[in-house]
C-alpha cells in the first residue's frame, strides 16, 4: 500500500499581497469581520526578504519586518509582515543584511490595511545567499 508524504499545515497561499487585497476589496466596516472569519490564526509560509529589526520597547524582543519575494519584491506597494523574536533566544538575525531572503512559518496573528500584517512565527528558514541576493542587497543599501 503506498503511503503518501506527510501534509504541511503551512500554506502558501493567501500570500501576503492576496491578503491584503481581500481585505481592501472587502467593505470598510466588514474588514475585521473578514480577517478574523477568514485569515487570523490561518498557518501559512511565506518567502519573504528581511527588511529592517525595529526596537519595540520589550528588550531583548525585536520587531522584525519583511518585504514579499516575487516578481514585485521591494514593490513600495507592498505592506510590510512583522514578526517578534527574541535575539537572546535566536541570533539568526543578528547578522543579516537587509534583502536576505527568508521563508517564515507561521499563524496570521493580525492584519491592518495600512500597517501590514503580524505574523506569530514558529520558525524560519534563512535561505543560502545567491547572487541575486547580493545584487538586491547591494541596491537597498543605496536608499
Known sequence: MPTSAPTSPYRDHPTAAELQRALREAPVLARDETASAHFLGLPVVWRTRFFDAIECGRGPIK???????????????????????????????RE??????VDLYGRIASIDVTLGTTLELDRYVVLQETLLDRWVEKMDSRG
Open 63 to 93: 520587531q522584525l519586518s519583511f518585504t514579499q519575494r516575487g516578481l514585485h519584491s521591494h514593490a513600495r506597494s507592498d505592506n510590510p509582515i512583522y514578526c517578534f523574536l527574541d535575539l537572546t533566544q535566536d541570533d539568526g538575525f
Open 96 to 101: 543579516l543584511r537587509r534583502g536576505r531572503r
